[in-house]
Every structure is written in structure tokens, then in C-alpha cells.
């Protein structure tokens, strides 16, 4: 598929009865592994997965074109859909969202914290309708971090979700929401929304039944593997 289908898919996903299960890749071989899974639709980036694979840490410590390039090797690597997990942008975000599109990445989680600072929802607001301006087909998941960052609750999670779908994305994500309000934040914002898979979510069909269009394990994937690595070293290395 050329990189307008790709996007076109992606977009369609979230709109389906069907909740979208995204994994979320940090290199060109977990993209191969799980992009070959039964079911598997569209693959996702980590942050946290691939900064610590080129060696560096979260929150936009690594430079921004290794991010790229790292995205762009996992997009390429796969016929699937791949969204990138570009954090704020890197102090570029219309940049960013561009060399992401050309580099075959088709979709962008965006954040509205910095340095755990939130940002000002109408500036959020602005910076997404920029993006969206710029590449118009680039599928735009707006990450809310009010929950995340202890800076609010259910309403200020809806004021920004809906601020943030008019002005142009197409999906928020109120990262880390507790699970007991996944439901009102489905059923108040006007959008899909997305949640992010840890020990007290839901399973899926229960999120689908909820109304969530999208799920995703941010780092989670790539812990669990490197911590399986570990505990199968670790006990070669014990029975010595």
C-alpha cells in the first residue's frame, strides 16, 4: 500500500465496530513479529522503547531525526499501517509531523505536557490544528495528559479531548485514565478515544463494549521482553 492508503486505513480503524488493538514496536524485528500475529491491523511506535533502544532515555532526550529514521525503519520493515509515537515534536512539531509522513509513518501520537509541564489547551488546540493544516492525511492522536501528570480529572480530560478533535485530530488518548472513568470519557468526548493497556484495564471486549476505539501498550511490550530476557539469562547465570 502507498503511505495515503496507509493513512486512509489507519483513519477508517478507528471508526469501525472493532476495537483497534495497536501493538507498539521499538524496532524492525518486534515490528515483524508482531505485524505477523493473527488480527494484527496496524502497529504503533514506543517513545520509551525506541529512545532506549538508540540508547537514550523518555521524554525527548534522543535527537529527532534518530526517532525518525527509527520510525521510518519500522514503517518500511511492514505492510501495515504504522503510527509513531514523536512525543511533542521534538521543539518542531509541524516539522516533525512532516519528515514522520515522509518517512512513511502515517499517523502521530502528540502530547500537551512538556518537561511535565501541561501545556495550555488553545495552545494545544493551535499546535494540532498546525499539524493538521501541514499534513492534511496524517492521522492525529491527541495524548491527554491530565491523568498522567496528576493536573486534573474527568472534566478537564473532556474540555481537552473535544478541544483537541475540533481542532483537527482525530483521536485523544487520556493516557493513564483510572479505569472507572474509562467509560464517561468515552461517552462525553466526541471522538474516539484511545487507552492505554496496563494491569487494571479492561479486557478488550470490555473496552469495546465501553465504546474505546483504540488500544495500545506504550512501553509496555518492550519492558516485558527485555525483562523476559532477563529472567531466562538470570537463571542460566543462577544454576552456575
Known amino acids: 500500500m502507498e503511505t495515503a492508503e496507509k493513512a486512509t486505513l489507519l483513519r477508517s480503524l478507528h471508526r469501525a465496530p472493532a476495537l483497534l488493538v495497536l501493538p507498539n514496536a521499538w524496532d524492525v524485528q518486534s515490528a515483524r ?3 505477523a500475529l493473527p488480527g494484527c491491523r496496524a502497529l504503533a511506535t514506543t517513545s ?26 519500522i ?5 501495515l499501517p504504522v503510527t509513531g509515537d514523536l512525543e511533542r515534536g521534538y521543539g ?12 512513511g509513518v502515517v499517523g502521530i501520537n ?20 498546525e499539524i493538521r493544516a501541514a499534513v492534511p492525511e496524517l492521522v492525529i492522536n ?9 493536573a486534573g480529572g474527568v472534566e478537564e480530560a473532556v474540555e481537552r479531548g473535544n478541544a483537541y478533535l475540533a481542532a483537527g485530530a482525530d483521536c485523544v488518548y487520556p493516557i493513564f485514565c483510572p479505569p472507572s472513568v474509562i467509560g464517561e470519557l468515552a461517552g462525553r ?12 484495564t479492561p479486557p478488550p471486549a470490555e473496552l469495546e463494549q465501553l465504546g474505546v476505539a483504540r488500544l495500545t501498550f506504550g ?7 527485555y525483562a523476559e530476557a532477563a529472567r531466562i539469562a538470570g537463571s542460566a547465570l543462577g544454576s552456575r
Open 33 to 35: 513479529v508482531l505485524a
Open 48 to 73: 520509551v522503547g525506541v529512545a532506549r533502544s538508540l540508547g537514550f532515555e523518555d521524554g525527548e532526550q534522543a535527537p529527532a531525526q534518530e526517532m525518525i529514521r527509527a520510525a521510518e525503519r
Open 75 to 79: 514503517a518500511r520493515a511492514v505492510d
Open 92 to 103: 518542531d512539531p509541524v516539522g516533525t509531523a512532516r519528515a514522520a509522513w515522509a518517512a
Open 110 to 129: 502528540f502530547e500537551d505536557s512538556t518537561a511535565g509541564t501541561m501545556v495550555a489547551v488553545d495552545e494545544q488546540a493551535a499546535a494540532i490544528g
Open 142 to 150: 491527541g495524548r491527554i495528559d491530565v491523568f498522567l501528570r496528576d
Open 189 to 200: 468526548i466526541d471522538g474516539p478515544i484511545n487507552v492505554a493497556a496496563t494491569p487494571g
Open 219 to 225: 512501553g509496555g511490550l518492550a519492558a516485558a521482553a
